[in-house]
């Protein structure tokens, strides 16, 4: 389906630079732009790029300034990277959408669906489940007993959710995803080895969240492991029984977060962060890649690195110091031998 740089214009509320005919039906990379595609600059790094694509339309921040010709049609927008998420969507949402029960697949009696669902074959939804309307469940997921699953969520191919957990509305799982796994808990005993806690709570988790691939969510030891709404989960990120994630915090790859952390609203978390139990994240906490947290961060706004981590300022300044240590141990033995050797002269 082709549509215009002007319809495009229109739907993004933005500004035609160029030709407002020339059409497009897909996407492709600004650096790898091909006649009939669009292509957005966001990155300043990829401005040399938008001088010889071959894209027929680009977007690009209204402030963007070109320093030489361009070939491609240009629509000016606030925010050239949210303008893009838009029109993805727009094309994801224009896609023939799956409805049904495929078989072979099992749904419980007594469970309840709402309008306009999709069951891929050999999902399994338990007793007593409760799933809204125009929920997407693809092939191989189990939902188990008494589990809540709100509306236009969106469970990919491999999901489980164990029983009794709760999924709110417009979520999206990726493959692999466990919520409701057991929580880490033994207990040692005299004999030298450890006896399992039951894990009896559940898991909460509210609206508009994204987990990505193969990231569990353990249920809690009592009560609940919570996930508020708007947080954002990378693959392979592991949370902890009785964890709470306030709203839009995001998480990159490979963290891993300790029985009962609390991380604050609107927190930027690095991949490969780890966090030690029982600790509380202020809230808009920036934390860079590979840190560890090993105590609660109390400042709101604060941005962190480093393990133990510490304040960004300080860090780099002390890193650059930790990579002259060779330099400065040649230095220090240099300054010894002409100690002794002024000491041996006298």
Do not use: W
Not at 1 to 30: C, H, P, R, W, Y
Not at 128 to 136: L, R
Not at 178 to 200: E, L, R, T
């Amino acid at each position: 389906m082709n549509f215009t740089a002007q319809d495009i214009a229109e739907f993004l509320n933005g500004e035609v630079d160029g030709d407002d005919s020339v059409a497009v039906n897909n996407v492709s990379k600004i650096e790898e732009g091909k006649p009939g595609t669009l292509s957005f600059l966001a990155n300043p790094k990829y401005e040399h790029y938008i001088y010889t694509t071959n894209s027929s339309i680009v977007l690009v921040n209204k402030d963007f300034k070109a320093e030489k010709e361009i070939s491609a049609t240009l629509i000016r927008v606030d925010d050239a990277y949210q303008s893009l998420a838009k029109l993805l969507e727009m094309y994801e949402q224009s896609k023939p959408q799956k409805i049904g029960v495929e078989e072979p697949s099992y749904v419980s009696k007594t469970a309840t669906i709402g309008e306009k669902p999709y069951i891929g074959a050999f999902a399994y939804i338990g007793t007593n489940v409760k799933i809204g309307t125009n929920v997407k469940i693809y092939p191989h997921v189990y939902v188990g007993d008494n589990v809540v699953i709100g509306d236009n969520t969106i469970l990919n191919s491999g999901v489980k959710i164990y029983d009794s957990c709760k999924i709110g509305s417009d979520c999206i799982f990726h493959s692999g995803v466990v919520i409701g796994g057991d929580g880490f808990g033994f207990a040692p005993s005299s004999a030298n080895d450890y006896k399992k806690v039951p894990q009896v709570g559940n898991v909460i988790i509210e609206d508009y969240v994204e987990i990505g691939s193969n990231t569990c969510v353990d249920r809690a030891t009592m009560g609940s492991t919570i996930i508020r709404k708007g947080v954002k989960l990378d693959n392979l990120i592991q949370v902890a029984h009785n964890v709470e994630i306030e709203e839009n915090t995001v998480i990159a790859s490979q963290t891993g977060l300790a029985g009962s952390t609390k991380i604050g609203k609107n927190c930027m978390i690095g991949g490969q962060v780890g966090f030690a139990g029982h600790l509380s994240v202020a809230n808009e906490v920036k934390i860079a890649a590979q840190s560890g947290i090993g105590k609660n961060i109390k400042k709101e706004g604060a941005v962190v690195q480093g393990s133990p981590a510490f304040e960004f300022g300080p860090y780099q300044k002390s890193y650059v110091l930790f990579k002259n240590l060779p330099k400065m141990r040649e230095q220090l033995m240099d300054l010894e031998k002409q100690v002794k050797k002024i000491q041996e002269e006298k």
